[in-house]
DNA sequence: CGGGGGTTTGACCATAGTCAAAGCACGTGG
DNA sequence: CCACGTGCTTTGACTATGGTCAAACCCCCG
């Protein structure tokens, strides 16, 4: 077993748990799912659940990101969402996976069984109320991305992945400079160009073309520098107070 | 006042009680609902809502088509979704309209004051639930869409936008051949253009282009005739079984 | 008859895709 | 320790798809 960094028995350590869709649970709610969950873990690179198949379970990813994406007969794929930690993976009431799901880095699910987490979900408005939230949240961001993905333009796209990837980390990561951000692309070149509905060449030109302008500085092949961040937005097309979560 | 095509007193008669978000309520609580709501109608072309204006009001399209649609500064816009009849407007718990809604159609809304709805919302699982299963599916066909804006050429976004269009048809009316689909676009070539990621120009092109090819048959400039829907599909590059709604 | 919204078509151009080769970093085995 | 292979990335040359700009068209309506 895979050292979790965590103690799995007890949800009160759980670093998800104020962001989960169990957020809102009471104690004695809480111990009913800590009853009934358990850990999966996959390492970089594997899949989780393709599509078309039968899924048992739903969950929460823990640490690590997973992504959602959907191809076509001939190849051509489209990321549809990223999984980050405390984002839910499942729909309650459906059995069949719509998406691939793939394990981008090392990750850990927090799993329930489907049948037994919709009877709870009926049974606990605190469940059904932190998912609809969640899924809320997670319907903007399908439509931020849309924006992204139909009106575009390649460099554009480019800035907007790694604003929105800054902007992440800068909410996990405790106060710093703001003009130093910096953080660990987990993302492959090909891996961002099905995210962003490019080619992996034309990922790789832009992503030089933003080195070569002085937007970003690279640390090495995967760690991003942002020297000034105001400056990384302007390349991205939107206006400066709203942004991809206006 | 106009006419809406039924009794605005009575949620009996309402054309989309099976499928909006009180679809699931009890006769007390439809009695409340009853109570709460007011129609509020639009011209075809009016706004509804400004992006970052302030939503007191949350509601159901009962009658026509409204767009939801992000614009970027320098007058780009992508639009992210469509709300046909008994789709949800607005979120409870949300004060800003993150988009711009406008009536693509003459459009009636049964509307509430999101105050009092989020109230009930609270006290009313089986409002909860219903809008959580709406959610869901509105984030997967926004999930879907982000696939034809990130990789499907132009032409196979022309054939799926007619190709949901004519399945939605097909759902609504009742049985009749299949070989022989017709249905109005209520879509403007511009509004088109907005939706699939492309300018107008090009969705122009690709109509003509479908036509002289003989997928589709124009009647009149608004009208379409799909004589092999197969044959649409087949242009869409879905797969045959799945489509835009696998 | 004239005007306007929406649409079509054409000529040209720019952006991003395709195909191909080479480079780089890292790990394995000789 | 170095050669080799693999996976990922970069770069180049060329092409194709869709965008831009501009003009004309169509149809309905006043």
Same mark, same amino acid.
């Given at each position: 077993?895979?050292? +979790?960094?965590?103690?799995? &028995? ?10 989960? @869709?169990?957020? *809102? ?36 990813? @823990?640490?690590?990101?997973?992504? =959602? ?7 051509r794929t489209q990321m @549809?969402? +990223?999984? =980050? ?5 499942? *729909? ?16 850990? +699910?927090?799993?329930?069984?489907? &049948? ?13 109320? *932190? +998912? ?12 931020e991305w849309m924006l992204v993905l139909g009106r575009k333009t390649a460099r554009e796209k480019i800035a907007s992945l790694l604003a929105i990837i800054?902007? *992440? ?16 692309l987990?993302l492959t070149r090909e891996a961002m160009a099905d995210y962003l509905g490019l080619t992996l060449e034309t990922v790789s030109r832009q992503v030089s073309a933003l080195k070569r302008d002085?937007v970003i500085?690279l ?5 991003i ?6 400056a990384l937005v302007a390349e991205t097309g939107d ?5 991809v979560?206006?």
């Amino acid at each position: 077993m895979t050292d +979790l960094g965590f103690n799995a &028995k007890d949800c009160g350590t759980c670093p998800i748990q104020h962001r989960a @869709v169990c957020a *809102r649970c009471e104690t004695d709610e809480l111990a009913t799912l800590e009853a009934m969950k358990y850990y999966r873990s996959f390492e970089a690179g594997q899949p989780i659940v393709w599509s078309g198949d039968r899924m048992d379970f739903v969950g929460s990813v @823990v640490t690590g990101v997973a992504s =959602l994406s959907q191809a076509m007969e001939d190849g051509r794929t489209q990321m @549809v969402g +990223l999984l =980050l930690p405390s984002d839910f993976l499942g *729909r309650p009431g459906r059995a069949a996976a719509p998406y691939d799901v793939v394990a981008v880095t090392n990750t850990t +699910l927090c799993c329930f069984r489907r &049948k037994p987490f919709e009877t709870m979900m009926g049974a606990t408005p605190h469940l059904a109320q *932190r +998912l609809l939230e969640m899924t809320l949240d997670e319907l903007d961001a399908a439509r931020e991305w849309m924006l992204v993905l139909g009106r575009k333009t390649a460099r554009e796209k480019i800035a907007s992945l790694l604003a929105i990837i800054a902007r *992440r980390e800068a909410s996990l990561a405790p106060e710093r400079g703001q003009d130093d951000m910096s953080f660990d692309l987990p993302l492959t070149r090909e891996a961002m160009a099905d995210y962003l509905g490019l080619t992996l060449e034309t990922v790789s030109r832009q992503v030089s073309a933003l080195k070569r302008d002085g937007v970003i500085v690279l640390d090495g092949k995967r760690r991003i520098v942002i020297p000034d961040f105001d400056a990384l937005v302007a390349e991205t097309g939107d206006d400066v107070d709203g942004g991809v979560f206006a």
